[in-house]
């Protein structure tokens, strides 16, 4: 899709691609919140909270671009060019995606469009799931004992464009974290226990993890499939792969049932930030 712009028109406004967290309006940065507070125009992925949502002014204009497997979904094309329509029309365009905007976000893709058509952005990290999860999970990414690397992959398996890294990701002291790989928890069990990853290996998929409604699942790599078939089990989901998941029971702290943020969210507005 040709991108329109207007050549020799500098765009009024300036975009702010920005995390939202993975879900618990208290794990928004502080700068994001700001951002937010600012806006004129937010454009928002299916992942962000309502919380979050909530804290967009009334004033401004929301629109939905988000994407959810089998949803109706704009096509990343048109996000772009609605992107660029906004910056020239609107001062303060917020771009906001769940979790980090760089993270399997496609912020790339999005600020990449912004260059070619000389719109100005700032970018805003947020808590990416993986980060996320794995603190409200009890589920620490690396330990000495247990893991002397993390890998963030994607199970969204294009198989055929990019084969997977089967042997990498296999590698026993890493920590695997698989963002959208539900659907494909076949291939991803299968793929590891092929190149050597022992089916004994703990594994734990995690969902609407920081949120009141988080479920973990703890089983086997051998289980994963039957783990991520669970009836119970809820989108969005992330799996976490490798010996520190065992730490899951000791350092289980928190209780979605007790998550409440109304306290806080009230105590940031009487901050007036
Ligand atoms: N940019 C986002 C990731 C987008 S990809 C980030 O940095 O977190 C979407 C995937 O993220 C989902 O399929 C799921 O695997 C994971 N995810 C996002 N929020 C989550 C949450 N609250 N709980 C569990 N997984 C989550």
Not at 106 to 117: F, I, P
Not at 191 to 203: E, F
Not at 225 to 233: H, V
Request: glycine letters at 8%; a negative charge.
């Amino acid at each position: 899709m040709e991108l329109v712009s207007m050549p020799g028109q500098q765009a009024k406004g300036k975009v702010w691609l920005v995390g939202a967290g993975p879900g618990d309006v208290e794990l928004l940065t502080l700068k994001a919140y700001r951002v937010i507070k600012q806006a004129d125009a937010v454009l928002y992925d299916a992942l962000v909270s309502q919380e979050i949502l909530d804290l967009i002014p009334a004033a401004a204009e929301k629109i939905a671009v988000g994407k959810r497997v089998g949803k109706h979904s704009a096509a990343q094309d048109e996000i772009n060019q609605l992107l660029v329509t906004k910056a020239y029309t609107r001062k303060n365009v917020v771009r906001l995606k769940g979790g980090d905007p760089f993270i399997f976000g496609r912020g790339g893709e999005e600020l990449q469009t912004l260059v070619k058509s000389d719109v100005e952005f700032e970018v805003v990290p947020g808590i990416t799931a993986a980060s996320g999860t794995a603190a409200y999970a009890g589920i620490p990414l690396t330990h000495r004992d247990y893991a002397q690397g993390v890998s963030f992959i994607t199970g969204h398996c294009q198989l055929e464009s990019r084969p997977m890294d089967w042997q990498g990701y296999a590698n026993s002291s890493n920590t695997l974290v698989v963002y959208m790989g539900i659907l494909n928890a076949n291939i991803i069990s299968e793929g590891l226990m092929s190149h050597g990853r022992h089916p004994d290996t703990p594994v734990a998929i995690v969902s609407k993890a920081t949120t009141a409604l988080q479920q973990r699942f703890i089983g086997k790599l051998s289980d994963l499939p039957q783990l991520a078939a669970d009836a119970a089990l809820e989108m969005p989901a992330l799996m976490i792969i490798g010996e520190v998941v065992e730490l899951a029971e000791t350092l289980n702290w928190f209780t979605p049932a007790s998550a409440t943020t109304s306290q806080i969210h009230s105590e940031i507005t009487a901050l007036g930030l």
